[in-house]
């Protein structure tokens, strides 16, 4: 479980969030979605040390994040999977060794034992043929895989998405969202998922966090939302289904 407690952060003394508090549990999906500038993904950037907020607390299992020893942070890092927005697969390195970067960086695994672990990890997203290939030579789906494999070779507990279906089209969107899916379940991960992806929501969240200016505007079931009175959330909605 990750609890979230009074998150805030301003840059040049402009509010981007002003109090953000959740609550999420394992084996479950989380979708946070918000107009660009709402302070969604520096929610989730605060949430995984890529900004230090100005206050508030980040706990994962009953640690505080933000309060503890170095060394106690990275055990939590082990634990913790993130998908970038286009993948940020490294072009030097083959598809295999992107894979095995976390657990050269994290953990003290020989190199017989990584190749395994990344073998897995491609097998499991469909990519079990491309290892010695390099990221161009993939395309954007197998490039978000691959990206994906690279987030679970280290058994994640906490998995972090950033807009993974963005610049896909229908059918491979469709097919990265049913793998989420299966590997929260697979895994009983805490599964925050950053998206405008209207059609991801509806396929796969168990709950949607809805942002506006740096502060939650609502919270509920996609069921729930497709019913909501919340004028900006319906008009987000109605946008996103007419784009589509």
């Known amino acids: 479980m990750i609890i979230v407690e009074n998150l805030s952060k301003s840059f040049n003394g402009r509010a981007v969030i002003k109090s953000f508090s959740h609550r999420f549990p394992e084996d479950r999906i989380t979708f946070i979605i918000g107009a ?6 520096t929610i989730v950037k ?4 890529l900004l230090r907020p100005d206050g508030g607390k980040v706990i994962y299992d009953g640690v505080d994040f933000y309060m503890v020893s170095r060394k106690k942070r990275m055990e939590i890092y082990r634990n913790m999977g993130f998908v970038f927005q286009g993948g940020a697969l490294f072009d030097s390195l083959t598809v295999e060794e992107n894979v095995m970067f976390p ?8 190199i017989k034992e990584m190749k395994e672990r990344a073998r897995w990890a491609l097998e499991r997203v469909g990519l079990a ?3 010695s290939k390099f990221p161009s030579e993939l395309s954007g789906g ?3 895989r691959a990206a994906i494999a690279r987030g679970i070779v280290t058994n994640p507990r906490y998995f972090f998405f950033d807009e993974p279906t963005s610049g896909l089209d229908p059918d491979t969107s469709r097919k990265i969202d049913a793998l989420i899916k299966e590997l929260t379940t697979e895994l009983k991960t805490s599964t925050i998922v950053i998206s405008h992806d209207i059609r991801s929501v509806l396929e796969i969240a ?7 200016k740096g502060e939650i505007e609502w919270v509920g079931t996609p069921q729930e939302m497709l019913q909501t009175d919340n004028l900006l959330l319906r008009g987000m909605i109605a946008n996103a289904l007419v784009a589509s």
């Not at 660009?36 to 993904?41: C, D, M, N």
């Not at 657990?103 to 020989?110: H, P, Q, R, S």
């Not at 168990?206 to 506006?212: H, K, L, R």
């Open 129 to 131: 043929d491309v290892g």
């Open 103 to 110: 657990l050269k960086v994290l953990t003290d695994m020989g």
């Open 206 to 212: 168990d709950e949607v966090i809805f942002i506006s």
């Open 46 to 49: 605060c949430m995984v040390g």
């Open 142 to 144: 197998m490039r978000k």
């Open 36 to 41: 660009r500038g709402s302070g969604k993904t």
